[in-house]
């Protein structure tokens, strides 16, 4: 940096200026947990005096500083962390800050793009998840149509007939599925089931007045809950209950 500036400045120059002084003293209390604040705030206190030089060497003896380092030698020089060089160049050449400060806002822009870029995409795999989900439950929660042969099954209670309807088993038979649980069939239902379970309760009262037979009752009520459950699925209202 100073090479292109032909020398017209030097790094004692830019140490001496009290803001400099105070950034790189912020900089070492953050990175360096060695640093020597009460060198530090001797040094402060006397930057930016007509009178007063500060070496980088001097800098680094008094302060215990890793920001910077100076080495002697055919290779040797100034070096600086980024943080620090990019601080002094910015000190040194105008057009290099704002230069600096152009490339930060072009790589802030392709980061948010980027980020709205995946955000779409999280938002379109979400939908297409959600309707998977969806058509999943659909499949699992509808109940099965009802044969001919199951109709004619005698069912011990009123209650397995309705769990025949909705569910398509009987209590029994979901207990011998579900071993592991202690609960049963009603108590696992969905809220839309529970919703179906209840009207097929009075439907099913107003049928047996009626005298339906009970295998001409099952297959109403099989008709009902298919009916109820593929409407309740898509209801919105319902789904904010949950």
């Known amino acids: 940096m100073l090479k292109a ?14 803001n400099t002084i105070e950034f790189i003293g912020i900089w070492e209390s953050v990175y360096n947990p060695n640093f020597n604040y009460g060198e530090f705030a001797t040094i402060k206190s006397q930057a930016g005096l007509n009178s007063y030089k500060l070496s980088v060497k001097e800098w680094v003896e008094k302060t215990n500083a890793i920001g910077l380092k100076a080495t ?11 943080d620090i060089a990019f601080e002094f160049g910015m000190w040194i050449s105008p057009q290099f800050k704002i230069y600096l400060v152009k490339e930060f806002q072009r790589l802030k822009k392709d980061e948010n793009n ?10 379109t795999l979400t939908k297409i998840n959600y309707q998977i989900h969806t058509d999943a439950i659909k499949e699992n929660l509808i109940p099965q149509k009802i044969t001919q042969q199951q ?3 005698v069912y011990a209670d009123e209650a397995d007939l309705l769990n025949v309807a909705l569910f398509g088993i009987t209590a029994k038979e979901w207990r011998d599925n579900n071993p592991d649980k202690n609960t049963n069939i009603r108590d696992n ?15 099913n009262a107003l049928l047996i007045r009626q005298g339906m037979p009970r295998n ?5 009520l099989n008709n009902v809950a298919i009916m109820q459950m593929k409407s309740l699925l898509s209801n919105n209202s319902l789904k904010s209950l949950k």
């Open 151 to 153: 109709a004619s099954y």
């Open 5 to 18: 500036k032909d020398g017209d400045f030097f790094i004692s120059d830019w140490l001496r200026n009290r």
């Open 189 to 203: 239902a969905t809220l839309e089931q529970l919703v179906v379970l209840s009207n097929l309760e009075s439907i």
């Open 114 to 123: 980027r980020q709205k870029l995946e955000w779409n995409l999280q938002r």
């Open 216 to 220: 001409e009752r099952l297959m109403q």
């Open 72 to 82: 002697a030698g055919r290779y040797g020089g100034t070096y600086a962390h980024p």
